[in-house]
């Protein structure tokens, strides 16, 4: 009873989304879905042609390293290497993107269906897809730092 | 008015929360943007007559008429559409925040009209980068 009143409270004093924010909104979601979209299936692909392309990579180094039968155990590990990279990148962007569609989704419903717990749902997925981003920024810029610092020790050595 | 804001979508102190999250890491994300902008354009200017004579290499026929006019003003065009991405993504950010603090819903909705002027400004380039690959294909 006591939280129904609060909620009543927060209506009349605080915040809603009105006629203007329900626009706004509306059109952010139906954006942020068609780009969650193009995502999924731009990873798709990229997907795909990894692991299809995997055999034709190893052939050709294969190929190169035919007369150099030390390297090329080694350029076939490389190869496995480099694709097994590429797709956990392309897992980390796949869950930035289903974040991304969550929120659209759910805001879409919320709007129409005046459901309150959806929003909240769906802000809390636009919440999680900002951190996640904001995460991988910092250990990109972490590494940034670290090369840098490399390259900069490696110089002074020299 | 009243009436209706009964009935509204009500931005509680769950939705409250989570968009001052939103607002925090999306500061952070367009502050990074802008500084990784500056510093692209830094080494752009500092290397210009290098990145030119590199590229008159690769692509014959690079090093005459106004080459460094057209690298340049491709240049800026990317630098502007980055800069206005994450000008939105700041002013949405900041609105936002605002606008939950003082609890102003005239802030409050500019701060969404910027969030989707982001999603929309990301959803047209997302458009030209495919029409721009189907063109390459065929």
């Not at chain 1, 990894?50 to 590990?77: C, K």
């Not at chain 2, 409250?16 to 500056?38: D, P």
Request: proline share 0%; aromatic share 14%; with cysteine.
């Amino acid at each position: 009873m006591e939280e129904q009143s609060q909620i009543q409270d927060t209506g009349l004093f605080g915040l809603s989304i009105d006629t203007t924010g329900r626009a706004h909104l509306t059109e952010a979601a139906r954006w942020a879905r068609f780009l969650a979209i193009v995502g999924f299936i731009f990873i798709a692909l990229v997907a795909v042609s990894l692991i299809a392309g995997g055999s034709f990579f190893a052939s050709m180094f294969g190929r190169v390293n035919q007369y150099n039968e030390v390297g090329s155990g080694l350029a076939t590990g490389m190869t496995i290497a480099l694709i097994v990279y590429y797709l956990c990148i392309a897992l980390l962007v796949f869950f930035a993107y289903l974040f991304l569609y969550r929120f659209a989704v759910n805001m879409k419903l919320a709007l129409q269906g005046n459901s309150q717990e959806l929003l909240n749902r769906s802000f809390q997925n636009l919440k999680i897809l900002y951190r996640y981003w904001g995460i991988l920024t910092i250990i990109g810029l972490v590494f940034f730092a670290l090369f840098v610092v490399i390259i900069l020790l490696g110089r002074a050595s020299m | 008015m009243d009436d209706q804001s009964i009935l509204e979508l009500q931005v509680d102190q769950t939705a409250s929360k989570n968009l001052s999250e939103v607002s925090r890491w999306a500061k952070f994300l367009s502050i990074t943007g802008f500084v990784f902008m500056g510093c692209m354009l830094i080494v752009f200017i500092a290397m210009r007559s290098q990145i030119a004579s590199t590229l008159s290499q690769v692509i014959p026929g690079f090093a005459d008429v106004n080459s460094l006019g057209v690298l340049v003003a491709f240049f800026i065009i990317i630098a502007g559409i980055v800069f206005l991405l994450m000008y939105f993504l700041f002013r949405g950010s900041i609105l936002i925040k605002k606008g939950i603090e003082t609890k102003s819903q005239d802030m409050f909705n500019n701060g969404l009209a910027s969030l989707k002027a982001y999603f929309m400004m990301y959803g047209i380039l997302a458009i030209i980068a495919l029409i721009s690959n189907f063109v390459s294909i065929f």
